[in-house]
């Protein structure tokens, strides 16, 4: 890589993508995004992010947008989108991103994936980015794949600041213990990726020092409010059982459900020790949580 083309960003205009973005410019890097056709780019534009127009579902776009770059990183997830495409940018759209930089001869993918999703076929959109590893490497595209855990400051925020409102909003057991991360952390990490010493097919998996329970999050966040900070958990028999109700119109709680079953087995658990060589000391929950606070203005 020479560093003096651009790095592609699939998904720049969403919440990990835009701050992947900032974290490479902030690195003195030639951003280039891809634009779906009726997003606007005028935000990306203005930060002097050149932008590509294309869809994931459209192969031809994505080999035009990769062609002629350093690295290409994707932060793109249909699931999240919740949307009638959700499912096809999940499989095949994931799959012509690997086709187009196969084509293209990207010198560095860098995916984000999921952590354990190659333990959980039963999970879909975890299953949906192993099955995108599998398809770069089947392909041959030099790819590395993060695993991040759960993104607590999306998390902590479902339900508002937590706090200002002294609650956080959780799928599953508050009891058992997880792997999370911050996104602003993980946006880091990516953008460092793009150069760092990673073999061809690493998956690396992401995360705090230690897994938390939701409950213990809780209480680090009570020490940065006035407010006992509470957990409001939905048990994962009732998000089963609201899944089975809504499955036709509302695929998503099925999945969020599985989800939560999974978190449950207390196997959500990260390896940060290749994360700690790459990106440097790995977080703990006490530092995390206090730069969210303090993020959040506490």
Known sequence: MTGEQPVLVVGATGYLGGQVVDELLSRGK???????????????????????????????????????????????????????????????????????????GVPRFVLISILTCDQTPQVPHFWHKKLAEDKLEELGVPFVALRPGAFFDQIARMGGDPFEKGRIIWLGSKNIPLTFVLSSDLAGYLADAVEADIAAGERIDIGWNRPLSMLDAAGLASGHTDKNVRVMATPTGVLRAIGKITAKFAPLMVDMASMAAWFDTGRYVADTRRQAELFGPVPTPEDAISRLAERLGH
Do not use: Q
């Not at 990306?44 to 294309?54: M, S």
């Not at 947008?65 to 249909?78: E, F, K, Y």
């Not at 699931?79 to 799959?95: L, M, Q």
């Open 30 to 104: 030639r951003v280039r995004a891809l634009v779906r056709p009726a997003s606007d780019a005028g935000k990306l534009e203005a930060k002097g992010v050149e932008v590509a127009r294309g869809d994931m579902l459209d192969v031809s776009s994505l080999v035009a947008a990769m062609t002629g770059v350093d690295a290409v990183i994707s932060t793109a997830a249909g699931y999240t989108r919740n949307d009638r495409n959700a499912e096809a940018i999940d499989t095949f759209g994931n799959a012509n991103l690997a086709v187009a930089a196969n084509l293209a």
